[in-house]
């Protein structure tokens, strides 16, 4: 079933700044998305809370990938460092 015209109006009208900053914090704030398992291991359960192909859903995974590739090559960079 193919979604109206209205409905990609509503969920790709700015500011979607907020969606991308909402996921750049999932990823630097992990407390709020992980879970011990039984074994003791902590696992990051982040799951994106915007409905799925949204512009919102969208900039929030932008928002979370940009964080995570960030973090890895501060890794790299200091990994090269040692």
Same mark, same amino acid.
């Given at each position: 079933?193919?979604?109206?015209?209205?409905?990609?109006?509503?969920?790709?009208?700015p500011p979607?700044?907020?969606q991308?900053?909402? $996921? #750049?914090?999932?990823f630097?704030?992990p407390?709020? @998305?992980?879970? /011990?398992?039984?074994?003791?291991? %902590?696992?990051?359960?982040?799951?994106?809370?915007?409905?799925r192909?949204?512009?919102?859903?969208?900039?929030w995974?932008? $928002? #979370?990938?940009?964080a995570?590739?960030?973090?890895? @090559?501060?890794? /790299?960079?200091?990994?090269?460092? %040692?």
């Amino acid at each position: 079933m193919a979604r109206s015209k209205y409905y990609y109006e509503k969920y790709s009208t700015p500011p979607l700044k907020i969606q991308y900053k909402a $996921g #750049y914090e999932a990823f630097n704030n992990p407390t709020q @998305w992980t879970r /011990e398992v039984t074994t003791g291991v %902590t696992v990051i359960t982040t799951s994106n809370p915007y409905p799925r192909e949204t512009m919102q859903a969208k900039e929030w995974e932008r $928002g #979370y990938n940009s964080a995570y590739f960030k973090k890895l @090559w501060e890794v /790299e960079i200091l990994e090269c460092k %040692t």
